[in-house]
């Protein structure tokens, strides 16, 4: 009989609101989710469809106006707030965003070392940054001393995956880590998305995305959100195969995968 998956982080009842007086709006409207350790999770929408807010929310980068989320089981409060982010990784659509332009690649991935482990030595630090780049696919040797701006949008965004893994992160969130990124570069995200996947089994990944091409080759689980509503959740062959709102049949068709 196998084992019940771990709920990792849950929300209930989310709602959130942006704006005050008469520019407040309602953004997402009592929305329920699940990340199970271990899994991908892709959360996917049109834009402004409520996908970035909500992932964003869960990770308490931002508080919701209703509504209750547990990490491990335990209600984010402040203390739990600070423990969920010292244990998530981030992976934004511009990766040159996450590297600091002035320093060289190696010291932005080992930035969050350094803050969070004040008794590591030199070493110890370096051999994690060194195991990042190699999990990223990017040898250490040739990409350490590089600054930003000699990369291409595809080694620098590997770079910021590289930063985002390097201290292990229990939850790790992508949001749209490959809309800017080309076609062949893509490929090799997804692969070092997977590698970080088989060597951190536990680890859950949450990849915010409008793009179901990508979605379909990493996904074990795909929520789709439209206008702050959480629509459809299943399995990514129940979602993309048999999509039953009108919404998700509407995603599908329209996708080249």
């Not at 292990?168 to 080309?182: G, K, N, Q, R």
């Amino acid at each position: 009989m196998m084992a019940e998956p771990t709920i990792l982080l849950e929300g209930r009842g989310i709602d959130k609101f942006f704006g005050k007086g008469r520019q407040r709006r309602q953004v997402l409207f009592g929305v329920d989710i699940t990340v199970y350790a271990g899994e991908c999770l892709a959360v996917i929408g049109g834009s402004g469809s409520g996908k970035t807010t909500l992932t964003r929310v869960l990770l308490g980068l931002e508080d919701a106006d209703a509504g209750d989320i547990r990490y491990r089981g335990e209600v984010l409060r402040k203390q739990t707030v600070k423990s969920l982010r010292s244990q998530s990784g981030l992976v934004f659509q511009n990766p040159f965003d996450s590297l600091d332009p002035r320093w060289r690649v190696a010291k932005s991935v080992m930035e969050p070392l350094r803050l969070r482990h004040h008794d590591w030595s030199p070493e110890q630090i370096s051999a994690h940054v060194d195991d990042a780049f190699l999990r990223v696919s990017l040898d250490p040797t040739v990409y350490r001393n590089r600054f930003p701006m000699d990369l291409s949008g595809g080694q620098a965004q590997r770079a910021a995956i590289a930063r985002a893994i390097v201290d292990h992160p229990t939850v790790l969130l992508a949001d749209e880590p490959m809309s800017a990124i080309d076609v062949a570069a893509r490929v090799q995200i997804l692969e070092s998305f997977k590698a970080i996947r088989a060597a951190e089994p536990k680890m859950a990944l949450i990849m915010v995305s409008h793009d179901l091409g990508v979605v379909k080759h990493i996904a074990d689980r795909i929520m789709v959100v439209h206008d702050g509503h959480a629509v459809e959740i299943g399995t990514a062959a129940q979602v993309l195969e048999r999509p039953k709102n009108d919404y998700t049949k509407r995603l599908v068709d329209a996708a080249s995968m």
